[in-house]
């Protein structure tokens, strides 16, 4: 079965600083998808970024990038200049197809504070 | 507008009375998902349907039913509430990205916040 782990329940950074929040997944496939998305207190859930398993090359949104380790099964999620409005909760997540069938799998979350 | 639309969005209610909470989509998506979120353990899928009249379980589905009789309709039906279902619900929708490809981003109701007593 695959799964998804945030090892971190929370985490805090100053304003305008970087911060890391990580994600580690099992699995046996090797065509996959993995999303990060950011949950405010609205509950919202808004994609930040997304990574091809099949793409070697780090995906990058504006301040947001990741480190893609497919070997290591590692999906790492970077924040520069940290700001007020990216206080929320982040969701690591697995996607693929089998047979047809989706299967977009969560990890358990990270609750991101910033401090001002 | 793309959308996902649950209701309600808030649904306090007593163990044992039926409930129904609603996900209607607009974009006519084959791929319709219910999960719930809990402190500590994430999303967790309860139910999917890949098309109409096809549906399965997913990894939590005890205490839960759904139906899909038309596309864009996928109620989520709690028989018998217990005070363990409370939980935040999230109806989402999984496009076909391009060539068949699933990089697409799922799409999410507003999210239903539900207490049983």
């Known amino acids: 079965a695959q799964t998804v782990t945030q090892s971190q329940p929370e985490m805090s950074v100053q304003e305008a600083e970087t911060v890391t929040l990580s994600c580690t997944y099992d699995t046996s496939e090797s065509d996959y998808y993995l999303f990060w998305y950011k949950q405010p207190p609205s509950r919202q859930m808004i994609l930040v970024i997304r990574q091809e398993a099949y793409k070697q090359q780090n995906a990058t949104e504006n301040r947001f990038s990741v480190n893609f380790q497919k070997a290591a099964k590692s999906f790492s999620l970077k924040i520069s200049d940290s700001q007020l409005g990216d206080a929320a909760m982040y969701f690591c997540a697995y996607r693929r197809t089998v047979r047809g069938a989706q299967k977009l799998v969560f990890g358990q979350g990270t609750r991101l504070t910033i401090n001002p | 507008e793309a959308q996902v639309t649950q209701n309600p969005r808030y649904l306090i209610t007593v163990t044992g009375k039926k409930l129904t909470v609603t996900c209607s989509q607009n974009m006519n998506h084959e791929y319709m998902s219910w999960y719930r979120q809990d402190p500590g353990l994430g999303l967790r899928q309860i139910y999917y349907?890949?098309?109409?009249?096809?549906?399965d379980k997913g990894d939590v589905p005890e205490g839960y039913k759904v139906s899909r009789k038309e596309k864009r309709n996928f109620p989520l039906i709690l028989e018998s509430p217990s005070p363990n279902q409370t939980s935040l619900y999230f109806c989402?929708?999984?496009?076909?990205?391009?060539?068949?490809?699933?990089?697409?981003?799922?799409?999410f109701g507003q999210g239903t916040r539900l207490t049983v007593v």
């Open positions: 989402a929708t999984l496009p076909w990205g391009s060539e068949g490809r699933s990089n697409t981003e799922a799409f």
């Open positions: 349907s890949m098309n109409v009249e096809v549906t």
